[in-house]
């Protein structure tokens, strides 16, 4: 295995921004779906978080697990999920990786080291500490990494998940996007803490903010959890001070945001920043970027004809594979 | 699922609201909390507009927190308050089952202290929501002695029946069928009223066949009643409206009448409400059976997202005459 | 409850913990974890000097955090692994129940991912240890599809039972009745064997009147059917062993033999188990009864702490006596 | 209301001082009675943990709630709660605070302002936010106190409910004792943090760690806590170190600990303590110590022999009840 270093070569750099776009892409085409009326499910857009969906989540190597929430499709794309996939799955459609059983964004693969992940927040925290616990039952140099909300710190599953990792020093990194709402929930009332990642010293082990909009930071924190993790030194808690740009799901229009912050944000955004990043690098141009997104809309297109042709699944399936076996 | 009817008037989750709002104005001892509910409304707009009235210090916006807020209500109703807690979706409840089925339910048992608290949220099936956000978890609860376990299947009944539940003394749980929320409408009494827990209702009389049913697959009864009628077969359809603690005269009564008897529930087949029926009807009304009782529900699984496939999980009118004419032949 | 028999030989318990043992030896993917397991041994000692022998990595102490290692035990079996999770009393599986039905239940359903892992506690009470040490939380479990739950009657039922789950490739909620655990006893096969989950077996064969049981109740079941014997009723005892899914087939062959049918269950009566098996044969068996099917279970109540209470909530001999009188004069 | 002043005063010492030696006396008598096998239950004894118990309690004032747990019986002394009720609870009488219906040391009295808690832990740490809720919205100078031992802070009620008390800023108080075990586990084993009241930094609320065997501190501690929460400030978290002397529970003979390590304790007995801090003061003689004990004796001698008198509930109250009217 050769595993990613600190620092970023051109074409992780590339693959990166590729993702980041990619995500973008296809939210801004499920949001289209969605609006017309074509989706049965619902949407929860992560737009404007792509630096630290797409930039932690590349942290993790070929056979690390990633568990993701309800508004974190876009963090699968580095473990190989498919335009294809999530589309198929927001259809409801039978090659769907669910097969037409589970909605919207909960998907995943475990072979692609992703796992499919549930609403009730943040249930894949305790999951994830288990897979992390199996690799370290087998002695396997493998990471899990989980995702939630700062909404999701509330839950009680938070709090132990984490509280057993650290006492059993599991190969896991707990991530925390705090977007600044949970719903239409601010962050002020969810939690009086500062920083979500404060809360790191309530287990003893390490605790970083990062600046979510920026990939690179994303990335480099996440990857020294991830070593960490992988070095027999435990978890590690990691915030992202990042901002929801969209309502909570498709239906919401969000009113209770300010807009000046969105706008703020909007200044902000973290696609931008990271062309911007590498146009100073001369590793993207007006024509190449133009290049890239011209790919990338097309491979969303033929991901979104894909899914339409795609059939349903038959009835009776509904009372298939309850159980294994 | 069909939901013909009277399309006037007052929408179920409208009735909802008012007998929130009503009880809230009558009564200063009770509050409300959940997730979002204050100056966003709630997730399906149940209390919009409550907090400018009521005021934060009573319609309280919660952490994502169902087992804290949930053990909440229950110091809070014991001092003296009477709480009504909002669960998200009905889904969620279950991150707060302990607080329920440990503190709640065995509280008076234990201290003869009243918990006068109402734990409600929306349930059920049928809008492409997936296994997170469709389930009818009322039959885990129907199963918790010191519980009071209420799905009301009209606007009527879950105007009445809410506010039944807001005056009982003991932890009700208020399940509403967010199926039903913007589909059914009911012209309301314009004053106050409730209507009693523990108290079914025959919704439509008939000789022949009883159906024993709530929630939204009353709608489906209804439907498949009528279209038995065209058959010439009459059917009574009994709504539970509690499931717990059950109302054993009016079923055993009605199949009394008709011998033969119909379970219709949307709660998946193994111990769901119909088992429990079914099981009281064969111990008490067994003198009176002249078939088989039939169960038509959903199967034991979890709850699909894809169209095709919720329609084939969901019990659907077409299933409710086959078991009609199943027992016709008896 | 009485528990005579075979005196020599092997407790339930330590047939337990020879199905764990065993199945550690055969299997390094099996591990343990739960609260005081390691050094300690257990609560009642069922994994003692099993942390010597497999060391701390498969035998697992936690942190009282019942939500966070049930989670974790899937997360695990996703791996590869095939966890058992101890919960120290059953009582206390409600403090993870969202993780079993959120996440354990549903997860082969909607990515067929198998999900191998065992949830075992002590349950049932007999003991005078109170509303929280004494629950049989078996019927919600029996409520949750893409579980099997099973509870074990005797010694060589709990450790081929055991095993099987073990073995079984969906999660299992695996209940010891804690009061058989050093009452009951019996000579075991001395090689491997597993008994077959989703298998009922017919423990005792008569002609009258059918007992469907299972847990403790099996031995106050045969102590009915011997009492019942000595009137000259042939009283047939059916165990469930497992008592999700269902084996209908046993069920309904014996009552198709008998013609009458009473449910025996320590669980609470709305919505224990009894009530699916009533449903069950008053639908699928009603041609073949002569009777009611009568119901003996404890009380919708919390299960109290002092003797008299817990004795008066409890089923006993007399009352199942009383229901086969009931039923002979049909 | 007649608030209690930080300095306690002779006859508040010497109340203190007689409750921690009924609550021992108690204690021991039960032990006594479990090992001869005349309770159905089971017993938690907390001695050693008479400084916390008493200490923390008696800083409440009537009209405020207290939510112990299993092992915190001597907690409910200050708040009225009998050695007579304590028994009958034990043998089940049908004149007991529970009339039978609950086991060993969960009892409670609204009225004299304490709760009857349960075993999950620690399900009362929500329930008292809960008073405390109630007590805020009505604008009552009231609070509320809860109990739990430090294993009972890795479960997520513990975080939940804390973390909404400190959002809602409510009149709480949240005592841990730390007595170094949960059942046989070490506290090695159920947390790294080096003190539990570090976690308090998680919520943004002020923590404190006590001397649990000083019931002096431990009074003023809570007493300021007490003070705080009344006064609108919000939540406090206090750690209480000490020792569990005596086996989980009565069936445990705790072979686990180290016999150094209660030797240890042994010598820091904290009514010994208290004691020589009152012979210090002139406020205790061996005589009068002597009086009291006996007096104590008798008083709980009576009670046992009260509860062994009483008469059990009759077997159908087992169905009354369940329900309110
Ligand atoms: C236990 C639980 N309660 C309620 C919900 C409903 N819900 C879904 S998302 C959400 C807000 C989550 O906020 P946060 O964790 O900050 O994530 P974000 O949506 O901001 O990405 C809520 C309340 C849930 N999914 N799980
Ligand atoms: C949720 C839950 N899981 C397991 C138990 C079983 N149990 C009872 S007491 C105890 C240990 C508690 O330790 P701690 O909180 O430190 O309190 P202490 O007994 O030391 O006073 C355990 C595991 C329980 N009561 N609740
Ligand atoms: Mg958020
Ligand atoms: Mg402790």
New binding site residues.
Partial sequence: MEVKSLELNTQQLMEIYYFMRLGRAIEERLELLYKGGRLPGAI?LGRGQEAIEVGASYALEPGDMLAP???DMMSQLPRGITAKEIFTQHYARTNSLTRGKGEDNYQGDLKRGTFATV????DFYPVAAGAALAFKIRNEKRVAMTY?????TS?GDWHESINVASVLNLPVVFIV?N?G???STPVYKEMKVANVADRACAYAIPGAVVDGNDVIECYRETKKAVDRARDGGGPTLIEAKTM?MRG?AGHDPAKYMATEIIDLWTRRDPIVRFENYLIERGLLTDESKREIINRINAEVEDAVRFAEESPYPEGKEAIEDVYRG | MSTAGNQKGTSYIDAISQALWEEMERDPSIFIMG??IGIYGGAFKVTEGFIDHFGPERVIDMP?A?EAFIGMGVGAALMGMRPIVEV??AD?IS?GWDQIVNVAAKMHYRTRDAVPMVIRGPSGAGLRAGPFHSQSPEGWFAHVPGLKVIVPGTPYDAKGLLKAAIRDDNPVIYFEHKYLYRRLKEVLPTGDYTVPISKADVQREGDDVTIVTYGAMLQTALEAARRAQEKGISVEVVDLRTIFPLDKDTILNSVAKTSKAIMLYEDTRTLGIGAEISAIIAEEGFENLDGPIIRVSSPDAPIPYSPPLEDFFLPQVDDVLAAIDKLSAY
Same sequence: chains 1, 4.
């Fill in positions: 929860y929430t309800h508004r609403s009730m927040l943040p939630c909300g700062e909404g999701a839950v996007i977007n709402y949970a719903y929801r909570h | 997730e979002d994502i169902e998200q979706y969620f991150c």
